[in-house]
Nanobody, 125 residues
Framework: QVQLVESGGGLVQAGGSLRLSCAAS????????MGWFRQAPGKEREFVAA????????YYTDSVKGRFTISRDNAKSTVYLQMNTLKPEDTAVYYC??????????????????WGQGTQVTVSS
């Protein structure tokens, strides 16, 4: 089992940047494929980005490609989401999540067994 804690959210103007962090504790972090999701008010939680246990690949939803970067530091048991050129429509609670499935680039919420509590990102226009 792994415990996940997000940080780094906040209020930023459109066009600005934020870096989210997700610190893991418990079972070996490097065993887990990691993902970021987000949930805007009144909307379903949606997939944002994923990276496999070794961090050698990345996968993004189309709306954030070229603006967001997922990365991980297994020595620090942390996964990051660098968010640049933020837009008001990026406003949401952002969650990190972990799974150990064979397919690492999973978009489906149900495939992720472990979740953080979320961090609020608000982008003003």
């Amino acid at each position: 089992q792994v415990q996940l804690v997000e940080s780094g959210g906040g209020l930023v103007q459109a066009g600005g940047s934020l870096r989210l962090s997700c610190a893991a504790s418990g079972r070996t972090f490097s065993s887990y494929n990691m993902g970021w999701f987000r949930q805007a008010p009144g909307k379903e939680r949606e997939f944002v980005a994923a990276t496999p246990w070794g961090g050698s690949n990345t996968y993004y939803t189309d709306s954030v490609k070229g603006r967001f970067t997922i990365s991980r530091d297994n020595a620090k048991s942390t996964v990051y989401l660098q968010m640049n050129t933020l837009k008001p429509e990026d406003t949401a609670v952002y969650y990190c999540a972990a799974h150990t499935g064979r397919t690492w680039n999973v978009r489906v919420r149900a495939e992720y067994a472990y979740w953080g509590q979320g961090t609020q990102v608000t982008v003003s226009s």
